[in-house]
């Protein structure tokens, strides 16, 4: 179907889930209509949404690409999504976020970077004035003498202006308006076009929790906001600053092959390995010993091999002293979890990651059939397992986990071979 015969971004026999009165399903048709006035190709838009009742959004959109995040991480998610696709792909993709007041306060920082970056995200905040999903609460927008169940006997704290915030930020566009505002719709289509970050905050009733416990009315919500001194309407609109985007490909532009390459090119596969099972590995040692640097070119050596991996890193607040640990899991096969239950392999270089690992228990994990490899310089605690003592450490504390893991895929006939880019 051409752009131009797209009436609809929301999913066949689409269903509002919200309370009955609640402004959400009315915020949701109008950003409908925004998407269909913008001509958008249903594969150019990407949803992201927040935790709260307007977390039940990307549900109701036949867009192919959503992504439902934790509380207050949507605006850092689409950051992400959006430069990347800026950045690396196509650079067509429009990233929109749904989030409410809870959210946005939680993942305040989130969208004080997206606005300083000036990425290409537009966020939609449903302002009800307090988190509706969880009991009612009062947030960080709540209103003056607002009656909440955390404020029985009304607010007594200052009401937040995000927009005054994110003006600071130097937002390119931003606006506040009533859910009922006539010029919903135009306010979305203006902020979702565009070109840099864009704030629409959309005050709205909660029929659940607010309007039962306060004197409140749809018509009353733009009272509501000028009382507390903030301003209705578009309140910045600036186009003097350059998205993150593009001053990127400007600082780092990108050769004529990379600019011509896919995904698809980016990296070669081949299932070259005998690997038929998962196999997780501890590897255990200090800070400074390139712990964790070794187990991710592990990875990048067995991902071209035509297996799946997961890395999880462990280390002190202190980052420069301490342990280190990487829990690497390999596999033939998709793999849906990073935990290892029981490892196959417990490899440790230093005292550090021998008494972490102790104090977590890791050992007593260990079965008959697991590889404990252990620098010869250290004292094993009693345990089950194949016992392999070796002197990582004299080729060099920095060369030891990479040897150490070296050894074990040796040891088990696993031929992982280093790659020759992306070194750290």
């Keep these: 179907m051409p752009i131009s015969e797209v009436t609809t971004y929301l999913a066949p026999e689409c269903i509002m889930p919200f309370c009955r009165g609640c402004e959400h399903s009315h915020v949701l048709r109008k950003l409908n209509e925004a998407l269909v006035a913008l001509h958008l190709p249903p594969t150019d838009v990407c949803l992201v949404t927040d935790i709260g009742c307007i977390g039940l959004a990307d549900a109701l959109f036949a867009a192919p690409h959503s992504v439902h995040t934790t509380h207050g991480r949507s605006t850092a998610c689409a950051t992400g ?15 929109i976020v749904l989030i409410g007041d809870g959210g946005a306060m939680i993942g305040l920082l989130h969208l004080v970077n997206a606005a300083l970056l000036n990425a290409n995200v537009t966020v939609i905040l449903c302002n009800n004035f307090l988190f509706g999903m969880t009991g009612g609460q009062n947030s960080a927008f709540s209103p003056l003498e607002v009656v909440t169940p955390t404020t029985p006997t009304g607010n007594i704290v200052a009401r937040l202006d995000i927009c005054k915030v994110l003006a600071a930020s130097h937002a390119g566009f931003i606006a506040r308006v009533s859910a009922t505002d006539k010029a919903l719709t135009e306010t979305l289509t203006k902020a979702i076009a565009h070109p840099g970050f864009s704030l629409v905050e959309v005050a709205a009733l909660c029929t659940e929790h607010a309007t039962t416990r306060n004197p409140l009315t749809g018509k009353q919500l733009e009272e509501v906001v000028i009382k507390h001194g903030q301003q209705l309407g578009e309140i910045v609109q600036r186009s003097d600053r ?7 490909r400007r600082k780092f532009p990108r050769s004529a092959s990379q600019e011509t390459a896919s995904f698809d090119d980016a990296l070669v596969v081949s299932d070259t390995h005998a690997l038929d099972h998962s196999i997780g590995i501890v590897l255990a040692g200090s800070a400074g010993q390139k712990v964790q640097s070794a187990a991710y070119q592990f990875c990048l050596a067995a991902i071209p091999q035509g297996l799946y991996c997961t890395q999880k890193n462990d280390n002190p607040v202190t980052q420069g002293s301490g342990f280190s640990i990487a829990e690497v899991v390999i596999s033939p096969e998709p793999l849906l979890y990073t935990g290892i239950e029981v490892p196959d ?16 228990g890791a050992f007593l994990r260990a079965n008959d059939a697991t590889h404990i490899v252990i620098d010869e310089s250290l004292t094993l605690p009693p345990c089950k397992g194949i016992i392999h003592r070796q002197a990582f450490r004299r080729s060099g504390p920095k060369q030891a986990a990479a040897a150490a893991l070296a050894y074990y895929a040796d040891l088990i006939g696993l031929e992982i071979r280093t790659p020759t880019h992306g070194a750290r």
């Design 81 to 95: 999504i959006a430069l990347a696709d800026a950045v690396l792909a196509s650079n067509t993709l429009k990233t």
């Design 345 to 360: 392999a417990i490899l440790v270089v230093s005292a550090d990651g021998l008494h972490e690992l102790e104090m977590q």
């Design 242 to 248: 350059e998205p993150f985007d593009r001053a990127y």
